[in-house]
């Protein structure tokens, strides 16, 4: 199993929007479909991810890990 990063969450609303990131660069999203808390699980690369959303996780990262997680996320 590859090593985790950190895991940052982007939840709004009541529904949970969390991002696992990875050293192998996987990104892992858990999120809510619905307000019934149903956690769906899928696999992303960066560029399936919006850039609202990566402004969310890099707004939302610890600081000691922003450089690494932007690298991942192909950020500018």
């Known amino acids: ?21 990875y050293e192998n660069e996987k990104i ?3 999120y809510d479909s619905t307000s019934q808390h149903q956690d769906v699980t899928e696999w992303l ?3 399936q991810i919006s ?6 996780l890099i707004k ?4 000691e890990l922003k450089e690494k997680i932007m ?4 950020y500018p």
Not at 14 to 20: A, H, P
Not at 60 to 63: A, I, V, W, Y
């Open 1 to 21: 199993m590859e090593k985790e990063i950190c895991t940052i969450s982007i939840t709004n609303n009541s529904l949970g929007d969390n991002y696992t990131f």
């Open 28 to 30: 892992k999203r858990i």
């Open 45 to 47: 690369t960066y560029d």
């Open 51 to 56: 850039s609202q959303s990566k402004d969310k």
């Open 60 to 63: 939302n990262c610890p600081e």
């Open 71 to 74: 690298i991942i996320l192909n």
